[in-house]
């Protein structure tokens, strides 16, 4: 097997570790902006809190961020990285060959993950420009008026889809220098509300959590837990970046992450307790715990915030569906890479969608209070279900059932009891959180299913017994020369094999003369930047089969990469070299490329259920809208020939028909 040569995308650099605060911490470093906000407000307001309720609900955030960031995503998850890529479909992809069943959870939970990724954006941003409310001077201006606020909120969130396009490879050097302004700030806020009553730290006990959780001060039960998980959601959205800045680059922020949150939480607890009068039992604790004149700077922080948490996540999403894409559990849609920055990834479809349903978000719901309704509950299901992952790859790392089962459990439970408490929202909201991880999640389904029914309806043929016959066709001057190298594109991983299809292709259609006839598989592995091929030659040197084998993060330019195969070929002696009469390269050693691709028609005579018929029918209704095999393989530029095909069973059914009498 030999290696392609490829640059590294991993490398470390200079300043790094600050450039993690913006890269990985922008969604969980926001929620102070509307934590305590929600547990406040799913309490009946400022007036309805005493001092032993606050006390709870941070010894609650505490333990949340304690046993599920750190434990979970930092120590355990973290170590299961894949050649150092993170998140759900990096994990899936680790354990996918203990069992056909994992597409599940990890199709749950990437769809959910997904779902997140549309109303983060939306909550942090529409809760930064709530502030503007929290200013005396803007009192008038803005209070009551949430038709301004949301006109600036989506004039804010177009800009940032708007950008894409362009990559952040400037606005990226600054992300990190503004959240570490951003998480000190936080910090020095919370001291300076500490100062005025240590006890607070009395929060750090679990007692105080489990005894508010059966408090008659709460009267929300346990379903506080719906709003004390908003504390800890962008947990999976620190696993997925593992791979754009590295496990130690996490350990070494994370501490100082974890510290200056829980001093903002503590400082807001602080600020509530010592209230005494109250005229709007509503407002949000995080601005109005800051000194009066700071709050104009802390509205212009917490929006700069909020857009690099969007930025995040939306390079999140590109990201995931960029590794569903590549193992075959979306289809294949156009990417981009507008800057040479590791992770600088744009989709154009993803974007518009992800913009539709941002702006569609903040119209439906009007304000944070009401997105936070829906905020949390499509996370829970993607901590649970890379959980069950995570319970896998311990077992498969070697740990023992009894650790792993342990693990499973403890969080599982933990997870669950979050979920629940977040699906009492689904009425209040959450059932959108839910819908767009529905419909993703169908999308999904029927995508894997159809590639997995193709498989079955596809007829592979022996190569080797056609070579005879390729042999005199190539020498056959009563056609005309097709090309020099006729590549045709298989799905067969058989070295051996093709798709009869493709030799009809060749041989009973108008058959295509050419001096070398290439059959190339794309094969993604689980590695992320692999990139490897194989060479079957039949002992000839016009036949050659290419087994290409590429990490889901390498981007599948066949042409570059058959280009260089060729030459490796050559300069070994295994192929000759193709010495063109016109040329406007001198030196050139390589005849002319054309690629065949066989597109595939579901045929009437496909002896399916009515159930895989529709899974078939759905899966090319949908081929429709997704970008061309030409572009997916880096053809566009190359001379490019596409015939379609039925889609048969192996044996069909066979209808007699007799001479009319």
């Known amino acids: 097997m030999r290696g392609i040569h490829m640059e590294r995308k991993d490398k470390i650099r200079l300043g790094l570790a600050i450039g993690t605060l913006g890269i990985v911490y922008g969604d969980i470093g926001t929620s102070p902006l509307y934590v305590m906000k929600s547990i406040v407000a799913s309490n009946g307001g400022l007036n309805h809190v005493s001092e032993d309720y606050i006390i709870g609900s941070l010894s609650l955030i505490f333990w949340t961020l304690t046993l599920l960031t750190t434990i979970k995503?930092?120590?355990?998850?973290?170590?299961?990285?894949?050649?150092?890529?993170?998140?759900?479909?990096?994990?899936?992809?680790?354990?996918?060959?203990?069992?056909?069943?994992?597409?599940?959870p990890a199709m749950i939970g990437g769809a959910a993950l997904l779902a997140d990724g549309v109303l983060t954006p939306a909550v942090t941003v529409t809760s930064a420009i709530e502030g503007l409310e929290e200013i005396p001077a803007f009192d008038a201006l803005f209070t009551g008026n949430t038709?301004?606020?949301?006109?600036?909120?989506?004039?804010i969130l177009s800009a940032i889809f708007f950008m894409q396009r362009y990559g952040t490879m400037f606005i990226g050097r600054i992300f990190g220098p503004t959240m570490f302004l951003w998480f000190s700030i936080l910090g020095i806020l919370g001291i300076i509300n500490i100062l005025g009553d240590l006890s607070i730290f009395r929060a750090f006990s679990p007692y105080y959590a489990i005894e508010l959780l059966f408090s008659d001060q709460n009267k929300a039960g346990f379903l506080i837990l719906g709003s004390v998980f908003l504390a800890t959601t962008g947990a999976e959205a620190l696993y997925s970046d593992l791979g754009h800045v590295g496990r130690k680059n996490i350990y070494i922020t994370w501490p100082f992450v974890k510290v200056c949150l829980l001093l903002n939480y503590f400082g807001q607890g602080a600020w509530i307790i010592s209230l005494k009068n109250v005229d709007d039992p509503f407002v949000n604790p995080f601005f109005q715990s800051m000194p009066e004149p700071f709050i104009m700077y802390g509205v212009l922080i917490a929006t700069l915030a909020a857009i690099i948490a969007s930025q995040s996540l939306i390079t999140g999403a590109y990201t995931?569906?960029?590794?569903?894409?590549?193992?075959?559990?979306?289809?294949?849609?156009?990417?981009?890479?507008?800057?040479?920055t590791k992770g600088q990834v744009y989709i154009p479809t993803v974007t518009t969608v992800l913009w539709i349903a941002c702006v569609g978000v903040v119209l439906y719901f009007q304000d944070s209070t009401h997105m936070e309704a829906a905020y949390?509950?499509?996370?829970?299901?993607?901590?649970l279900m890379t959980t069950v992952l995570l319970f896998q790859f311990l077992l498969r790392k070697g740990f023992s059932k009894l650790v792993t089962t342990a693990i499973l459990m403890t969080f599982g439970v933990l997870e669950f009891a979050f979920?629940?408490?977040?699906?009492?929202?689904?009425m209040h909201g959450g059932f959108v959180a839910v819908i767009m991880a529905v419909v993703i999640m169908a999308l999904m389904y029927i995508w894997f299913s159809g590639y997995q029914l193709k498989t079955k309806l596809v007829k592979n043929v022996s190569l080797k017994k056609f070579i005879p016959m390729l042999a005199k066709l190539k020498v056959d001057t009563a056609y005309p020369k097709f090309a020099h190298n006729l590549v045709y594109l298989t799905s067969s991983r058989n070295p051996y094999r093709v798709e009869h299809e493709v030799m009809a292709s060749i041989l009973d259609k108008r058959p295509k003369r050419a001096d070398v006839y290439w059959f190339v598989n794309v094969q993604v592995v689980d590695g992320p930047y692999a990139a490897y091929y194989t060479v079957e030659s039949f002992e000839s040197d016009f036949v050659i089969r290419?087994?290409?084998?590429?990490?889901?993060?390498?981007?599948q330019d066949i042409n570059v990469f058959l280009k260089q195969i060729a030459k490796d070929l050559i300069s070994k002696g295994a192929l000759e070299q193709q010495k063109r009469k016109y040329t406007a390269k001198n030196g050139r050693k390589l005849g002319d490329f054309c690629f065949v691709i066989v597109k595939d028609e579901l045929s009437t005579e496909a002896d399916l259920t009515n159930w895989q018929r529709m899974i078939m029918r759905s899966k090319l209704f949908i081929k429709r809208f997704t970008t061309s095999p030409e572009n997916w393989f880096g053809l566009e530029y190359s001379d490019v020939q596409v015939e379609n095909v039925p889609l048969y069973l192996s044996k069909k059914k066979v209808v007699k028909i007799r001479e009319w009498d």
């Open 73 to 104: 995503y930092v120590i355990i998850a973290l170590r299961a990285d894949n050649h150092g890529e993170g998140g759900i479909f990096s994990l899936y992809a680790l354990v996918r060959k203990r069992g056909k069943w994992l597409v599940i």
């Open 147 to 155: 038709t301004l606020i949301i006109i600036i909120v989506i004039v």
């Open 320 to 340: 995931l569906v960029s590794e569903a894409i590549a193992l075959n559990l979306l289809p294949r849609l156009s990417i981009r890479y507008p800057s040479e």
């Open 376 to 383: 949390g509950l499509s996370i829970t299901v993607t901590m």
């Open 419 to 426: 979920f629940l408490s977040s699906a009492a929202k689904f």
């Open 546 to 555: 290419v087994q290409l084998k590429l990490g889901f993060r390498v981007e």
